[in-house]
C-alpha cells in the first residue's frame, strides 16, 4: 500500500533539523540512523530515538490514507536538500520512499519498520513547571551552550543545569571556563514550585535551541517526570501559527554531579576594569588573525599610568600586539600567566553588552566578565605558563 503526501519542503527541513543531534553518527545499530517517517489526517510525523532520549516533530501536510516507514536520517536530509521547489510530495510504502517535485525525483530504501524500538508516546503536561519566553532561551542558550564539556570521558560536563530562584538560571563548563545566563521572572511563567535543579544532556539543549531558531516565533514549555528509575525531561514547542511542533522526552539523570560552581562566582574579586566590547573585539581579532591554532596564548598587561591594556599573543616565535583603554583597576600579570584567547574572544562574545566589565582578585584567580546590561556572566581560568 502506497500514501501520498504534499508538504512545503522549508517546514520539512526545519521539523527535520532538531533530530540531528540524537542521531548517532557511528553505531552497531543502524535503526537508530534512521527515522520514523508517519502520515495520518493530514499530518506528517517524524521521530528520532537514541534509546534514552526521543524527539518527534510534525507538520500538515495534505493527502489520504496512512502509512508510516524507516529511512536513513543522512540520506533523507541529502535528498530533500536536493529539490529546490517550495513544496514536494512523499510517496511511502513499505520498502521504498519516493520524494518528488515539479523538476526532480528521487526513491530512498526503507528499513524493517519492525525493527524500530518501542519507545514510549511523548504527551506534553497540560500544566508544564514552566513557560519560557523563545527569544530570551535562545539567547540564554547561545550564550552557554559553547562552553559546556564534550570530553566523553567527563560526561558530568556534557551538560547544561537550569536552576530557578528568582529568575530562571542556565550554567555550562568544562572547568577551563564557566558561563552563567538568568532569564528574569518577566520572560516566564512558572506553574510549579520549586523547580528542581534540572541537568539537561548537551545534545538535547541543542535540539531545543534547533528547534526554536528553526521555527521561528514558538511557544516552549517543560516539566520534568520521574518514574521508579528514572528522571524524564519532556519539551513541546510549537510556533506561533500551530504550523510545526516538537516534542521531547529525554531521559535526565536523577541525582545530578553537575559541579557546584556557586563558591566560585562568590569569590571576592576587587580588582575591576570596564572596556568597550567592540574595541576588545576588533583588538583581539586583529591579532589573532583568524588563527585557530590550539597553542595560543594570550596575555594582558595594563599600564595603570596610561589606562591602557595592551593585549599579546605568542605563537611560534611571533608576536602580535593590540592596545585599547580601560578604566577602573586591573590586576597586573605576571609573564608566567596568560589566558586561551579563543576562551576569551568567546567570553566577549557571550557577554552581549557595549560595555565589558572584568573582574579579578589576583593573576592566579579566574577573570570574570560581566556586561552593564546583561544577565550574563563568564568566567575564564588563567594559565601557568612554563618560563
Known sequence: METTADMDRKELLAALTPLKTIIPKRTGIHTLQCVRIS?????????????????????????????????DYAALVKAVRAHKHGRIALTMSDDHILISSPTATTTLECADLDQWPNVPEIEHSPTPDAIIDSAALTGALAQTLPSAGTDSARPTLNCIKVTYAGGL??????????????????????????????????????????????????????AAEEDSSYRYLIVHIQDDNARITTDIRAQIPRDPNFPNLQPIWDQPRSSTGTFDRQAMLTALKQILGGSKAKDLILRLQPDTGTHNLTLTIEHAGTTATATIPYEGELVKYETSIGFNPQYFLAGIEAVCSEIIVIESETSMKPIVMKGADTPTEYLLMPIRIDQ
Open 39 to 71: 502520515h495520518d489526517n493530514n499530518t506528517l510525523e517524524i521521530a528520532a530515538t537514541d534509546l534514552g532520549s526521543t524527539i518527534v516533530t510534525t507538520i500538515p501536510s495534505a493527502g489520504a490514507g496512512a502509512q508510516a516507514c524507516l529511512v
Open 169 to 222: 538560571t542556565i550554567q555550562a563548563t568544562d572547568s577551563y571556563r564557566a558561563v552563567i545566563s538568568t532569564i528574569s521572572d518577566r520572560s516566564l511563567a512558572i506553574n510549579s514550585h520549586p523547580i528542581p535543579p534540572t541537568v539537561i544532556p548537551l545534545q538535547i539543549a541543542q535540539a531545543i535551541k534547533a528547534a526554536i531558531i528553526m521555527q521561528g516565533e514558538t511557544t516552549f514549555q517543560y
